[in-house]
């Protein structure tokens, strides 16, 4: 089992930056995959970015050259820089792990984002 815990969401204005963090704890396999969605009320659930443990990324055009998402092997932490925020990135960003081999996935409980002046 996976457990995944965001830190980093919070009130910011458009145009700012915020960090978010996913903690992986558990039992962490390889090759997996790990990224970030977000859900906006009333809206569904879309896929931001992701990155396997190769270092391969792919990004959402929602995001794509405002968002980074990157990984720390050795602390089992996921990260995702938003930068240029807009008041339409408002939402509760989810991480996800996937594990290849097991075909399991798992989710976190989320962190709010809200981007408003």
């Known amino acids: 089992q996976v457990q995944l815990v965001e830190s980093g969401g919070g009130l910011v204005q458009p145009g700012g930056s915020l960090r978010l963090s996913c903690a992986a704890s558990?039992?962490?396999?390889?090759?997996?995959?790990m990224g970030w969605y977000r859900q906006a009320e009333g809206k569904q659930r879309e896929l931001v970015a992701t990155?396997?443990?190769?270092?391969?990324?792919k990004y959402a055009d929602s995001g794509k050259g405002r968002f980074t998402i990157s990984r720390d092997n050795a602390k089992n932490t996921l990260y995702l820089q938003m930068n240029s925020l807009k008041p339409e990135d408002t939402a509760v960003y989810y991480c996800?792990?996937?594990?290849?081999?097991?075909?399991?996935?798992?989710w976190g409980l989320g962190t709010q984002v809200t981007v408003s002046s």
């Open positions: 990155i396997d443990s190769g270092g391969n990324t």
């Open positions: 558990g039992s962490v396999w390889s090759p997996n995959t």
């Open positions: 996800y792990y996937f594990a290849h081999p097991f075909m399991l996935a798992y």
